[in-house]
RNA sequence: GGCUCCAUGGUCAAGCGGUCAAGACAUCGCCCUUUCACGGCGGUAACCCGGGUUCGAUUCCCGGUGGAGUCACCA
């Protein structure tokens, strides 16, 4: 009988969830999802000195909102807490203890400027321990540990032979042990390092496929070992490439620039997000490129996974963010674009709704929505030569002789909308002689004062209404005119 | 430097011995059009190099080159 899967996503809580990051995660969630297995999320945190206030609830905040909901966490114990590494700290001493007494590991109480003298011996300055404190009878250790003598455990990975396991995106993996170090396992203040705890902690978590980046493809045989050491199965692995920045570096939060609430910050939509990461470093068998996260619990698989590092394309994730923000009906987009909308010129001016429809196919994320709307938070004195036009041979004469003609026939129309303003111009248009846009154009340039504007002439008379209109088109009469006169 | 891994257009990427080497973003051109957009149509653009294996290599093998990761009392 196949066992459940169990994935997890283990963040330790340094501060902002970056991208890559937050890839990793969506992947060990879609994984087990897909496989109707449980996702659960483990703090680790055993490194004090990196511990940042605040960091756990981003995590918790950033899961919410990009859709991935854990089954097990520190807020939700199945049994298997507590699921904060700093708090496991007894558990991880006593597997330690059952790992030296079963020769996996051994105590070593090497100071610091010992092991800092076996430093420096090859070319790239690297050092290996020496397993100095391996040959300590057992007499010897307990004295020491008996003197109160600070001391680490080290884990004793063999000096000969290769190691291997197969991993489910790189495929077979081999590494010489002779390459591996006796890694600290647990730390002089008795706190355990990952090498350890991500051991121990899986195993009894019970997660059979461990989901992360390749940064762990090379010392995953030391883990191995340790689980054979034990005598527990091993896990299945499955580690991704990282997200560059460009082809030399990395993505990360170093950079600051990758980091998702800076997204959404930017007028991102964390469904977009989401869709575009889960396309970076991994493709579906059909080309569709936008899916929802059920779509992606259904489509993801392990051989559509890319084994090379992928270069985070932002223009690509602004393409697809427009495509969400072009489903969205005026009203969603208001609801969702609210403090930007708040934030731009227009604040509080005309109705949000109609802003909407003009803004939606025209901005890509919420972070364009100040300058599409700037033009449009004022009017006054502007150049009344924007009013010629060669391509459609609009000269101040001609422009003038439609804006009179419109400021005629406007003022009877009752309903002030763009549907029927538009009519009603497309016949005047007729009456005149004259090409449609010899009339909507000078109108829209008239009423806006502005070169461009998100919408048409007659959009823009519906959003400033009939009586600002009309104002305005006196103003641009009288300008036109005394234009002429000079 | 040792070890591990990777290598298709500018970017994300299909491909898994025989294809005119998909598709998407970006870019360019045209159309639509009342500006800006949206939309539609079309174009430019790629198998890192050198050896093998094979009737035939982008695909398999080896070497080179390039890139990534790792070599911590960080994860």
Redo the contacts with the bound molecule.
């Keep these: 009988m196949e066992e459940k899967v169990r994935t997890r996503f283990?963040?330790?809580p340094?501060g902002f969830m970056h991208i890559g990051n937050l890839r990793t995660c969506l992947y060990a969630y879609l994984f087990a999802k897909q496989h109707g297995g449980d996702f659960v999320l483990r703090i680790?945190?055993?490194?004090r000195?990196?511990y940042v206030e605040g960091a756990i609830d981003v995590i918790y905040r950033t899961l919410k909102t990009a859709g991935i909901e854990h089954d097990e966490g520190p807020d939700k114990d199945k049994g298997y807490g507590p699921y904060v590494q700093s708090e496991r700290k007894a558990i991880y001493m006593e597997y330690a203890k059952k790992l030296v007494e079963l020769g996996g590991a051994y105590y070593c109480f090497?100071?610091?400027e010992r092991?800092a003298s076996l430093g420096g011996d090859?070319?790239?300055g690297?050092?290996?321990?020496d397993k100095h404190c391996l040959s300590l009878s057992k007499e010897e250790v307990e004295a020491k540990l008996a003197a109160g003598e600070?001391f680490?455990i080290r884990q004793n990975v063999p000096t000969e032979g290769v190691s291997e396991y197969d991993d489910l995106v790189?495929?077979?993996?081999?590494?010489?042990n002779a390459?591996m170090?006796d890694?600290?396992l647990i730390?002089?203040?008795g706190?355990?390092?990952?090498?350890f705890?991500?051991v121990v902690d899986d195993h009894l978590m019970k997660i059979n496929y461990v989901i992360r980046?390749?940064?762990?493809?090379?010392?995953t045989p030391k883990y191995n070992l340790m689980y054979d050491a034990f005598g527990w199965e091993r896990p299945h692995y499955m580690h991704l490439?990282?997200i560059?920045k460009d082809?030399?570096?990395?993505l990360s939060k170093r950079y600051g620039d990758a980091n998702f609430e800076d997204f959404l910050a930017k007028g991102y939509l964390p469904e977009a997000i989401v869709n575009y990461i889960a396309?970076?470093?991994?493709?579906p068998?059909n080309?569709d490129?936008k899916m929802t996260m059920q779509d992606l619990i259904d489509q993801f698989s392990v051989?559509?996974?890319?084994?090379?590092?992928?270069?985070?394309?932002e223009?690509?994730m602004?393409?697809?963010n427009?495509?969400y923000i072009?489903e969205l009906t005026p009203a969603q987009f208001v609801e969702k674009a609210r403090p930007f909308l708040d934030a731009s010129a227009i604040n509080g001016k005309y109705d949000y709704e109609k802003i909407a429809k003009l803004l939606i196919?025209?901005?890509?994320t919420f972070g364009e929505i100040a300058e599409?709307v700037e033009p449009l938070a004022s009017f006054g004195e502007y150049d009344p030569a924007m009013f010629e036009h060669k391509k459609?041979k609009i000269t101040l004469p001609i422009a003038l002789t439609s804006l009179t003609a419109c400021r005629e026939v406007l003022p009877s129309i009752e309903d002030w909308t763009?549907e029927t303003l538009?009519a009603r111009?497309n016949d005047l248009a007729a009456e005149l002689g004259v090409?449609?846009?010899q009339v909507?154009?000078p109108?829209?340039l008239a009423i806006t004062g502005?070169?461009?504007?998100?919408?048409?002439?007659?959009?823009?008379a519906e959003l400033f209404g009939k009586e600002e209109s009309l104002k305005r088109l006196d103003f641009s009469i009288d300008l036109l005119k005394k234009a002429l006169a000079e």
């Design positions: 283990a963040p330790s340094t680790e945190d055993t490194d000195e990196r090497c100071s610091k092991l090859n070319e790239a690297v050092h290996k321990y600070p680490v790189f495929g077979h993996i081999s590494v010489p390459d170090e890694n600290i730390k002089s203040d706190m355990p390092t990952y090498n705890a991500n980046g390749v940064e762990y493809l090379s010392s490439s990282p560059m082809a030399q570096r990395k396309l970076l470093g991994w493709s068998k080309n490129e051989d559509g996974i890319s084994k090379s590092p992928s270069i985070f394309d223009t690509k602004r393409w697809l427009g495509r072009k196919p025209r901005v890509e599409k459609m763009d538009k111009l090409k449609t846009g909507f154009l109108l829209r502005a070169a461009t504007t998100p919408g048409g002439a007659t959009e823009m």
